[in-house]
């Protein structure tokens, strides 16, 4: 069974970073991607970042140059690296896991880290 455990939210000034990390556990296929979903209060939960188990990276235009994500395959960990922070990116940030297995998507996900940017 996988699991996904987040951890890096916090409360942080406008124009301020944080560091999230998201921890996998259980047993993880290729190809997959692994990626960071945020959902803000009355909002639809959105997609912020994705990389492949290839290492191909996708963001959503409001983060482009400001965020950054990164994979350790052999540690079972992803990051997102948020930097110049906003307080539109004020948010629950969920951590995702998509794998495909003889042509089944699994998605797995995290219960989330809050990330609050405010003066």
């Known amino acids: 069974q996988v699991q996904l455990v987040e951890s890096g939210g916090g409360l942080v000034q406008p124009g301020g970073s944080l560091l999230l990390s998201c921890a996998a556990s259980?047993?993880?296929?290729?190809?997959?991607?692994m990626g960071w979903y945020r959902q803000a209060p009355g909002k639809q939960r959105e997609l912020v970042a994705e990389i492949t188990s290839g290492g191909h990276t996708n963001y959503v235009d409001s983060v482009k140059g400001r965020f950054t994500i990164s994979r350790d395959n052999a540690k079972k960990m992803v990051y997102l690296q948020m930097n110049s922070l906003k307080p539109e990116d004020t948010a629950l940030y969920y951590c995702n896991l998509e794998m495909n297995i003889g042509g089944h998507i699994y998605n797995y996900w995290g219960q989330g880290t809050q990330v609050t940017v405010s003066s």
């Open positions: 259980g047993s993880i296929f290729s190809p997959n991607s």
